[in-house]
């Protein structure tokens, strides 16, 4: 690709009222955006960015971050529209970030002035803190929250009551709850996940610096060490835990099982949300020095796999199926039936299988000294119900003694945009 | 290097009582600990782990994590010894440490029966979640607070006071200060950078825990985005405000400026602290939304640099010498005297110079939906005074308007212990 502006351009369904709109604030309308020439900076002219390797496509059928290869790095956040009732300054919230997300994708500043090829005399359109940085397989994933649609008292504020999914609802309490409200729901929501953390930072920061007067950020959280792979080709990571996380992922190759547990069909309406998906995001704080005082062998129960392999406790390798038949000697069934992997796995729940990109978060450490740290959980499913089946299965598993889930959140998340359209454009027509 | 255990393998000095501490408390003394055999797992068969090229010595003269070629990622942690007064528990950490820690640099688990190679009756040594992954690069620096040699209200409570360097001392307040004590001094730090953020979490993890009973994680802080660079070949990365951060760093290449800046002398005193260094973190908020709505050319003003290049306003390149003499045809210096590298410039602060090793953090958000972001600093010289005086002339510099100085520490690095000895020891001889 010689040309990055070239593919995939922003069109004419984008708008550019909220850079114009920071370039206001400071008095200086129309200087700082259009100005072509030397605009296309260090992002855009780094042989680096941009280039077909480290980009994906933010225009097109499902979006990208869902199946994509799963980065090493999220940024997440959580925004609430409370700054306006506007339908059209939520269209154009959406339109705005369109614009912005389909640049930062192919490695290119929010704006073609950017963050230095504006006036002097106005606030960069950029932040900057990415400049030279390659597009680093950035992905901006954003979903619909049950709270956009209607408030928790009811309110319709954009008319889009009767678009809602019927099934689109704050999740109802599972066992191992203790949710902080200040971890959880959002009218909207960003997932950021790239190969470098200043990248997938820099997305996040500037999406929020758009939503200025519009939309606010509710909540956000860094992860880093991916627990889960949706690729052959990528190893199983570790969760803090230590075991191999995400082993059995549905991968991004198997579009049969795709089409079966994580694409909204036409079907399962609304016709809007059609080739989408659910997001539910769940904040669980692992106990880690209690874990870490647990014997090997009653680790390796709990989970039901081995802590080395990740084979499950019937043998074989990471990869092979477990046996829940298989017993010892005793009679004792090798893979305890109250174990995660028995809770978690699709025999126990008729069938269902989620899309996992779960990410190990640590924020610091708590006033006893212990690491404040866990699992980012991030899932993808058909619909909600699925996502219920599951956690309420595994809510009683063995391991949940460890565990606290205290951030949760689902959002719809609509298809990709067709080119030069925007996120959820077919939600407004 | 064909048997990782070979190089730098810990020697006698070196104890395991934390880690037979830990086995001990699961009533499985001896059990868990000195297995042979089975005991060399993934990380020490993964035919990356240990290679020279992604590996660091722990044993040898200055500690490596100071002019180490700068890692992507970091995790600090302050600690306190607070569960013990016995000098030999001290001693008996510091080997500890040093024996996970030289092992965790060469890409191994923490004792040779690790994560899984030890009883299945006894909790696991290592926690698990860096098994399978190469060592990174990870170095783990250690230092020691004030308090350590003598407590705020007096107490000798090792034997140290003698041996305390006269100079190391709580930073005196500063301009922009406003320091939480969650977040400020430790009796020890850890300094673990490594090229994966698992990697050090893996290994500030390991460490506290083996610390159990003897001292407790007072604070930590990730960070990613290194601010600086150590070597030519590493091109200068951005902080948030979007600048490139750290052009002017010391590097390791070059040993005349190190052995005038970094490095503690004979003659400087204390003889134990010869060869090491004192650290200096500070952990600075930034107001990234005021600084965003700043003007391009203000912003540069402050910075006394261009935000593209990195050239300072004086002209030329990212590595021209700022003139600080230049002036505009009005006779304005180009250079604001105010801007923040004109007051960090040695002109301006006797010649001295600091190692540099700062990285960005995001810790989530505030409240008022503000990324709660800035610039953990860390910053290596030969006596704290030269901290003190460069600081007293940034903190009136333009830029302060933007930043709140809100954590602070500092500690007296030792040497690197001689193989088979462990970190400080000439403080206890």
Redesign the interface.
Known sequence: MTDPESQGRPGAGLSRRGLLG?AL??G?AGVAVGVGGAAL??RATDPRAASPADTHPFFGEHPSGITTEVQD?L?F?AFDVMDTTSRDELIELLQDWSYAASRMMLGLEVSASG??G???????D???????LPASNLTITVGFGPTLFRTDEGADRFGLADQAPPALAMLPPFLGDDLDP?HSGGDLCIQACAD???VA?HA??NL??IAFGRA???????G??RTSRTSAQQ?T???????KDGTANLLATDEQALAEHVWVSTEDGPAWLAGGSYLVARKIAMK??TW??????E??QITGR???SGAPLSGGDEFTPPDFAAAWGSGMPTIDPASHVARAHPDANGGIRMLRRGY?Y????T?L???D?GLFFLAYVRSPERFITVQRSVATDLMMEYLLTIGSGIWAVPPAPAEGSFIGAALFA
Chains 1, 2 share one sequence.
């Open positions: 920071l604030g400071a200086a900076v260090a790095h940024h956040a963050a230095i504006g006036s002097p005399d106005a606030p960069p950029d932040t900057g803190e990415a400049l030279g200040g470098d953390p200043q930072v996040v920061r929020s610096r606010r950020l509710r909540w956000s959280q860094l880093f060490g190893q990571p570790r969760n803090l835990f230590g075991f880690i020095e870490d005082r647990v014997r090997l062998a680790q390796e081995t802590k080395g190990n640590v924020d610091g450490n006033a000294g212990r690491l740290a």
